[in-house]
């Protein structure tokens, strides 16, 4: 089964959810702003580990030509940053592969090997969606998904779902993620950014 699963996991795509708007953090492009040195979408990028044959798609909303040195640059296809929803379909609908995973740029630190115990899960029981739950919420940006939902998450989109509430719809499977806090951790603000550092100085 190891060995199956390993084979096919060549055919999952990566996708980088990178086009809010920040308002939070003032309107900046959140993705691009240093954390420790770095730019913070390098931080995601570096907790992806080396590719193992999927493609890797960054949702950016603005200076993709900076962020084509992460991946392949896409937007969303409706203005004015509708949500993470939006970046989701866009990314479901630009893919080549058959599965895509998603994770946020404004998590520096996921949980490690995420994406593989999704694909075991999706192997051994059929799932075609599943989505992240701590034990304690649903984590509903970190994700894998048939690219056979795109039309369902374009649709969603056009209705005014947001991410949960068409991850219902589609009755996405909840998988209980065992990983610590920092694995969870949002920057939003500039004191999250710094609360951060403050923790890895």
Sequence with gaps: MTSSIGLARQEIATAILAGGASRRLGGVDKGLQPLLGRPLIEWVVDSLGRPKGGERLIVANRNAAIYARYGKVIADTEPDYPGPLAGIAAALAATRSPWLFTLPVDCPTPPQGLLDGFWRQACLH????????????????????????????????????????WQDAIGAREIVVSAGPESWVNLNTASDFEAFADKRA
Aim: positive net charge; without cysteine; glycine residues 10%.
């Design 126 to 165: 059929g799932y075609p969606s599943l989505v992240a739950h701590d034990g304690v919420r649903r984590q509903p940006l970190f994700a894998l998904y048939r690219s056979s939902l795109s039309d369902s998450a374009a649709l969603a989109l056009r209705s005014g779902l947001g991410a949960s509430a």
